[in-house]
Every structure is written in C-alpha cells, then in structure tokens.
C-alpha cells in the first residue's frame, strides 16, 4: 500500500503540480516526501492524492495540494528560517513547511485538530514544530520575529498584528476577500520599517479566518477596518466595458453581423455556459445561419447522439426517413427537444428546399451515448444491402446484449472477466465495414455514412463503457476524441472546402489546457482538438451569464425544473463582465486584438459551468472553475441576464402541440 501511496504522490508533483508551472525543486521535493495520506480523515485515504481540500472534522478543510504548493512557493522559505502558520487544521502544510525551514510555529483555534495534528508529527518524527492553540489572527508575538508566514483561511483585509510580526524581506502570503466569496490570495514582502510590497497571486477558497484581526463568529468583519475594492477587479471591469463589442437583440441581422470576424475559420465552435438556457440556443442559431447563408458553412455538428441527429438531417433534406424511435428522447431531453432547436431544424428545412444536396446545410451529431441505436441502425442497414454480413454482425454485436439496457455495468463485468469482452467483436465489425465496405463513403451517400458512423460509434462506445468504470479523465477524453474524429470525418467526407459549425457546451469546446480540467485533471476536449488539429483555422466561442433562470435538473435522470440562476460570484469572469455595466456583448479574445484586455483576462479567474444539472446550494464547490478566458476562447459571449429554453415536453406525455413527431410537428 506504501508503495501505491508513493507513486500516487509522484504522480501528484507531476501531473498537478510541476504541470502547473511549480518549479522551486526544494518545494516539490518537500510535496514528494510528505505523506498526506497521513493528515487525512480514515477512510479518506484513497483520495489523499486527488488536488481537492478534504474535510478534516469540526467543518474544517485541508487544503488543495496545489494551492498549499503555490502558497510555499511564493514564501521563499529558506533553510534558516523561522516560519508561522496561522490555521494548522490537519497539520498537513505544517509538515511540509518543516521540510523547508529550520523551525516552525503553527497555530489553530480548535484545540482537537491542534491536538491531532501534533500527534501526527511526533509519530513521523518532525520535531521541529510547535503547535500552538489560540487566535492566530493576532499573530504569535513571543516566537516572533518570522521569515515568512503563511496563513491558511481567509480574512477582510491582512492582520496589521502579522505584518509587524515579519522580519524586515519577511513574506506573509494570505488569502484575503469577501466573507462567503472567493478570495484574493496575497504576498506581502516587508521591504523597511514600514514599508510592504504586495503581489496578487489570483483567486483561492479558503475557510474563514475567525478572530480579533479577521471575522466574528457570525461572518460579521471583526475588526472594523476599511477593505480598499480590489484595484484589479475594478481596473477589469471597466476594461471589459471599454472593450465590448455591444450586442443588439439577437432577431437584429446586426447581432450575427458582430461574428463575421469569425467567418474565415474552417471551424467555428459555438459553447454554451448551461445546457438550459434560451439566449444561448437562440444567439448560436442566428450565428450559424450567417456562417451558411453566406460563407458556406454546410455541416452543423453538435453534442447530440448520432442517430436522433440524423433523423433530423434526413428531415431538413427531405431524404427517405429510415424506422425510427422518438427523436432526443433520452435524459436530458430538453437540450435538444427544445423549440429554439426545432425552429433552426425549421429554417434548415426552407433553405435547404430547391439547393442541390452538395449546398444543403446538414445536421449530424457527435456525442457516444447511442450504443443501442448505433447497433439498430448498423444492422439496419446489413438487413437491406448484404444480409449475410447482416447475421454476422448480428453474432458479434450480440456480445454487448446482456449490457445494452445498462451500458455502464459492462465495465465492472470486463473487469471480473479481466479482458475486454466486447472489444474485439465490435472493432472487428467496425473494420470490415469501413474496408472492405464503406471507408470510400461520400457526403451524397447518406445511408452509407450513418452505417460507417454508426460503426465507428459502437466500438467507441464500447471501450468508453469499460474505462467509464475506472473514473478519472479518460473516459471524458474518449467522449472528446470520439467527437473530434466524428468532426474530422464530416469534415473529410463532404470535401477540402468544407466547413462546419460545432455546437457544445463551454466544457467541451474552450480548450481545456487553459482551465482546471487540463491542467489539474489532465482532461483534453474537443476546443483543444481541434485548434490543434486545424491550428490556425479555428474559431472557439464561450457564452456567459450573470443570472436568470435555466432548466435544469437536481439530479441524473430527476425531472426538468425551471431553476433561478444564483447572481455570479465575486472573483469570476462572470462578475466582472457583469461589473462592466454593458447588458449584452461579445468580446474579441483572438491573439492581436485588444492586447491589454487579453492580458488581463488571461488571469486565471472561476468562472461557472452549469450542465445538465444545476445544484445552487453547492454552486461554489460544484459549478465553478479556474480558467483563463482569453486563453480558452477566441471570443466571448455575454448575457447578463438569460432565461430557461423552451422544452417540449417527452414522448409519451401530452403536449398537445407537439407531439411525438418533434421535430417535424413544429
Ligand atoms: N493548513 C491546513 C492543512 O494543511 O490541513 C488547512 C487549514 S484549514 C483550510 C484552515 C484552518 O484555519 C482551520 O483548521 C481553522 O480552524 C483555522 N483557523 C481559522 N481561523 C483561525 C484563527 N484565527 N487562528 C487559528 N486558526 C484558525
């Protein structure tokens, strides 16, 4: 077990630290030796070495590996020194500032993680710390002065007690912000007497330092200082408001017009910040059909199954439907049976009417999730063209039956068989089709198209089934690459010259080395696939908004709600883009344009994503992320305030205007 806890820890310095622009070798050595599996909770243990706070008792956290890495980097601490922490919690930092300095002097209000935390450093034999019970706000003036202090919650404003308490070229590093908001953390260098240097290492979370010089018991300020507005939140507001492109409503021929300067890339990628919400459907409709109308835009690809997409795209071209069940009928269902949805599905229809095939606007889908459908229409297709090969296919295919109703068991089945059951059933299925079959297939051959895809879909969805099981980053980076290729094969089969619009969520298409997701997740997406893919010719576009409502659910497979969007949080994108005052905007992020608002928005900021599920009450834990927005995007779309999409309601239910027949009742 020490050994697995070992390369766990490597694996850490790496991929969430040293990956992240930590550098300082004595920093990282100290990260590489101290066993955090040790200060966590029991039972805790596996997850010692994930990059997230753990609780530790009395509502207490210990902190981010990442957060405590930059926090110890920017202290400079010396062999010689003489260090304090205020906030020991678990003692973790403590331990690994004892690995860096000479002596160490922690301190915490609750006498039971002070307690715990020494017991842990006396049974792995750190003896050069002190641990302390009582109000660290105010500092520890006996064992002062200190060559650096590190505090680990977060105050109003930093403790005049703690900077008289550095020596002169002393470094206190605190977070410092709102109460219940995120913070700022800050360095502080002593440079004289009276003299103090500040730098702003970006936003951070941190439980609330309580005491004299921080905040009462009831989040109320303790001490009355005055807290100056943080001179960089203003200075980016007022930024972003000199910078906005203003939007006008979105039916004004005006508001696509602002997205011509997209118009050359191959690709134009189009987010959304929530799955729900009306203004995003609406404002990337209208963009796409300016991209066809008058650029040739012909491919429409979004985060949708294949098959549901495709009943679409048979019906704005007015091929001959192929048997099919209820369209976008699965959970979520309102993401793509809305009726923002349906009226482009409409208006492809017109302007597809009298074109010949190859100037037709398509609807294809790139998404994984139609292992069933996927295998209906493969054999579909046998059936009619070559029912031999239709009954083998049938046999290989047969291997995923006992998991088609509940895919995401198959995983834990291949583990106990300890092979990959399917896998070579469904690859060889796949191979033969596109070799010997459909690999020359064309953009005038739908039926072959949707079979080949349908093919590739199947064994992709097969091996994303059995890593789902294991967690982490790669079945998301599956889902990605499976969409990325889907995207190239569009690209592929309808020529040189062909060009597409890609719909998806924020998380799918702002590249994700520039957010939380690459850099401490190790997550790639579709947004960095293809600026890399097609480096140069990429256009990624994120929406935002401030508040308003959404639909959403609480839970996977709960009920739709319509549910209020809580106000953004101070400390994110969001809240500074609605500081700017400027209600609806696009802001132009491409490299050599607006060099001073790329900067500044290329700090790394939170900003939210809301999917399919919404859950305000954790909405900080759960919804918001650190990302650098001019980095991750080439432009940015802003509502201030938004409302929930138009669903219709599911098959089976009583919608009386549109009944099961979506899209093509409406
Ligand atoms: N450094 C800790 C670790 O590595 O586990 C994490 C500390 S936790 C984020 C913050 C700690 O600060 C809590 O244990 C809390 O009780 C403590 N705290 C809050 N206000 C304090 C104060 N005025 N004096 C001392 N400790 C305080």
Partial sequence: MAAAYDAARMRMVRNHLSARGLHDARVLAAMAQVPRERFVDPGMEEFAYEDSPLPIGEGQTISQPYIVALMLEAAEIAPGDRVLEVGTGSGYAAALMSRLARKVHTIERHASLAQQARARFAQLEYDNIDVHTGDGSRGLPAAAPFDAILVAAGAPAPPQSLQSQLAIGGRLVIPVGDEGSVQELLKIRRTGEDSFEQENLGAVMFVPLIGEQGWAEDGRRAASRHVPATARGNDTASLIAEHAIPLPDIDDEAFAGAFERYADARVVLLGECSHGTSEFYSARAAITRRLVERHGFTIVAVEADWPDASVVNRHVRRLPARPHGAVFARFPTWMWRNREVAALAGWMCRYNEGREYEQQVGFYGLDIYSLNASIEAVLDYLDRTDPEAAVIARERYGCLTPWQRSPEIYGRAALRAGHALCEDAVIRQCRELLDHRLGDVDELQPDRLDAAQNARLVASAERYYRVMYYGGAESWNLRDEHMADTLDQLLRVHGPRSRAVVWAHNSHIGDARH??????????????????????????????????????????????????????????????????????????????????LRRAMSEPLLQRFIGVIYRPATELQSHYARTSL??????????????????????GTSDEQVPETYPFGV
């Fill in 630 to 651: 001019a980095r991750q995007y080439d432009g940015y779309v802003w509502f201030d305030e938004t409302s929930a999409v138009q669903a219709i309601s599911g098959p």
């Fill in 515 to 596: 957010t939380d997701m690459g850099q401490s997740r190790g997550e790639h997406n579709i947004g960095q696939l293809v600026r890399q893919r097609h480096s140069g010719e990429t256009a990624l576009i994120g929406f935002g908004t401030h508040t308003g409502t959404v639909a959403a659910a609480h839970d996977w497979g709960d009920e739709m709600e319509v549910m209020d969007v809580r106000p953004s949080r101070s400390g994110s994108v969001e809240r500074l883009c609605h500081d700017s005052g400027v209600r609806r905007f696009l802001l132009d992020l491409r490299e050599g344009h607006d060099e001073t």
